[in-house]
């Protein structure tokens, strides 16, 4: 039998970027409440190594994360399935025949804008729940779109 390929497309580069400073703003946050509440309060009786050790933990995430999920994140649309490939700890690989689309949906949350870049979501009538291909480009986002709703009206089926 053989192995299931990874899909051929890959996300916009600059969604490292974005990845990235979500991370790196995500962090600061943690680490600015541990901060506050203060190493060793009667709170959270964490000593200073422990939030040093959260800050050291904290920036191995921001600069390793990006590029392996990256590397991960894949999808491809064909004449009958939307694929796609997600992941960080574990990968999930997906595929939605195009007769079991219901919604195609677009999205562009604040840190996307600020990079020019969007989400597309694929609803379908899996108990699994949507595909969702985050970190494309803008205009490719919204062309994807386009086609997935052009290519799911056009095949015969029920979407049930």
Known sequence: ????????????????????????????????????????????????WGVVAVGVVAAAYVVGMPPWRYRVHRWEVTDTAVYTQTGWWVRERRIAPMSRIQTVDHAEGLLAQVFGLATVTVTT???????????????????????LTVQADTVSGDAT
């Open 1 to 48: 039998m053989p192995e299931l390929r990874e899909p051929s497309q890959r996300v916009s580069p600059r969604a490292r970027l974005m990845w990235g400073t979500a991370a790196l703003l995500e962090s600061v946050v943690v680490l600015v409440i541990l901060w506050v509440v203060g190493p060793e309060n009667d709170w959270v009786p964490l000593p200073l």
């Open 125 to 147: 009538a899996s108990a699994a729940g949507a595909l969702e291909i985050a970190g494309l480009e803008r205009g490719r986002a919204l062309a994807l779109v386009e086609q």
